[in-house]
């Protein structure tokens, strides 16, 4: 079982950056792909972004390329999502999540664990 605990959510105006970050308690976790959705209210729960067990071929939805960088420290079992250039559509509930095969995915279905999510809000 891997517990992953989020953090970093709150408020900010559009225009701004946030930083989350996600701690998984697996000492395994170097060998663990990790990835970021979030969920709307109304909206089904999307991917947006991935991470591969060595830190590589990060993969990003269209909506957030060049916005948002993914990045993992395995010494720290932490895996971030660095936002920049925030938009009120950016606002949602953000989970981790971790796939215990070593490569990301952008199916939700093919994460194993998550996290209990941070609420991101972007103010216009």
């Known amino acids: 079982q891997v517990q992953l605990v989020e953090s970093g959510g709150g408020l900010v105006q559009a225009g701004g950056s946030l930083r989350l970050s996600c701690v998984a308690s697996?000492?395994?976790?170097?060998?663990?792909?990790m990835g970021w959705f979030r969920q709307a209210p109304g909206k089904e729960r999307e991917f947006v972004a991935a991470i591969n067990w060595n830190g590589g071929s990060p993969d990003y939805i269209g909506s957030v390329k060049g916005r948002f960088t993914t990045s993992r420290d395995n010494a720290k079992n932490t895996v971030y999502l660095q936002m920049n250039s925030l938009k009120p559509e950016d606002t949602a509930v953000y989970y981790c999540?971790?796939?215990?095969?070593?490569?990301?995915?952008?199916?939700?279905?093919?994460?194993?664990?998550w996290g209990q999510g941070t609420q991101v809000t972007v103010s216009s």
């Open positions: 697996e000492r395994t976790f170097s060998s663990i792909a």
């Open positions: 999540a971790a796939r215990t095969g070593g490569f990301g995915s952008r199916w939700l279905t093919d994460y194993d664990f």
